[in-house]
């Protein structure tokens, strides 16, 4: 996995290397007077400056949440060997325990209903909805952990599930080191959409989860939002140097946004509780609503401070 840190840290000083001399400085936001070619006075610099972001500031934390991912992948490929053999031996209850195991594993990677492309096509076949599909859940297109939900809880079938187990451990280990990397890629583009997921991981919460919209009857919406707040607080963890030193109070703003919402996640029975979300009582819901709102709303000027520059532009 440090080989994963090191290749993206050479990357990022290849990229830089025709960058001015400034590229990698320190941001500051400072109140500073310019002065004209002639020595008269320039424009004033605003209290409130945001200083940029090029490509290889952002080098190091990208490199450390690739390593993350890799690492979670790698435990997912013997959850889903454990959950494989309950399937295929038929113990239902051992199968469902195994599959919220290994769907939390996933979502913590930041991918929850393959929000935002994540890992393009491949990501839709692991963790898509059938929603748009033609034919919906009857689709051949319709796979992955989404479909094995059904198999087992609307469907009753080990044998079923197994199938749809097999193809999706296939599936999962074509997200090899080399295919995480591209989907996480050192360019503006790139570091400027995986920034995003600092706020979007909870606001796909906030629309799919809490609407039970990606729920197909294991009734594990609970343990999914508990999942994409870990993901949130890996994404903040790895930023957290880049927010702080431009926006010092985002982070521990978001903190307790997120200690507040896993407390709302306990009170209404904690990640393991299997509950309908739209037969709990009205109060309870809009808590959970209220808080994953909060996190959202804190979080959203992440993407546009930490927009990257390029050089020259």
């Known amino acids: 996995m440090k080989s994963a840190v090191a290749a993206l840290l050479m990357a990022a000083v290849l990229a830089g290397c025709g960058n001015s001399s400034h590229a990698a400085d320190p941001p500051r936001t400072t109140t500073t007077t310019a002065l004209g070619t002639g020595g ?4 004033r610099v605003s209290a409130n400056y945001v200083a940029p972001v ?31 053999a309950a399937a295929l031996r038929g113990d239902l209850s051992a199968a469902e325990a195994d599959w919220s195991t290994a769907h939390f594993t996933w979502l913590e990677l930041g991918q929850d209903d393959s929000a935002y492309g994540a890992f393009g096509e491949l990501g839709q076949q692991i963790d898509g909805m059938a929603a748009g599909l ?5 689709s051949p297109a319709f796979t992955g952990f989404h479909r094995i939900e059904l198999d087992l809880w609307g469907h009753h079938s080990g044998t079923a599930a197994a199938a749809d187990i097999a193809h999706l ?6 997200l090899r080191p080399a295919e995480v990397q591209r989907d996480l890629p050192l360019t503006a583009l790139g ?13 796909d919460a906030l629309r799919d989860s809490l609407s039970q919209n990606d729920d197909y009857g294991s009734n594990s919406d609970l343990g999914t939002l508990a999942a994409d ?11 957290a140097p880049l927010i702080e030193a431009r926006r010092p109070k985002i982070v521990p703003s978001a903190t307790t946004d997120l200690r507040v919402l896993t407390r709302e996640i306990e009170a209404a029975g904690g990640p393991a509780a299997h509950r309908n979300l739209r037969a709990m009582p009205l109060r309870q819901r809009q808590a959970l609503e209220e808080a994953t709102g909060a996190a959202v709303e804190t979080l959203a000027p992440v993407s546009e401070i930490l927009q990257v520059t390029v050089p020259g532009s």
Do not use: F, S
């Open 169 to 174: 451990a296939v599936l999962v280990r074509r």
């Open 54 to 84: 090029v490509t290889i500031q952002l080098a190091q934390p990208l490199a450390h949440y690739t390593v993350y991912v890799d690492d979670l992948l790698t435990l997912l490929h013997g959850q889903l060997a454990t959950l494989h």
């Open 191 to 203: 570091v400027d959409a995986w920034v995003l997921r600092c706020h979007e991981i909870l606001e």
């Open 40 to 43: 008269t006075a320039g424009r």
């Open 134 to 138: 033609p034919h919906t859940v009857h």
């Open 229 to 239: 707040v870990n993901a949130t607080h890996e994404m903040l963890a790895v930023l």
